[in-house]
């Protein structure tokens, strides 16, 4: 930067700001935002549009989402062991 202006950019010239939106889906994914909220958030008509193209599997996530239903399974054992 000199006064304000850039003088030599850092950024990859074939960047598209579109390209984020795989990001930020992605990311809406690994913070445990319901698919249908983020297809909202992403301005999407119809949810298979997010659901395949714009979020990505990743292990992290599977593994939270296997533990959060091991953890309900669990959860629902004690209730009916209890009554």
Do not use: W
Not at 4 to 14: C, F, G, T
Not at 28 to 40: D, H, R, S
């Amino acid at each position: 930067m000199y006064r304000n202006q850039i003088v030599e950019s850092v950024l990859a010239p074939d960047l598209e700001p579109y390209l984020l939106r795989h990001t930020f889906c992605t990311d809406c994914q690994a913070a445990g935002v319901p698919l249908n909220v983020a297809k909202e958030l992403m301005g999407h008509s119809d949810i298979s549009v997010t659901a395949k193209i714009y979020t990505h599997m990743v292990d992290e996530v599977f593994e939270q989402n296997r533990k959060r239903l091991a953890d309900y399974a669990n959860e629902k054992e004690e209730l009916s062991q209890m009554a």
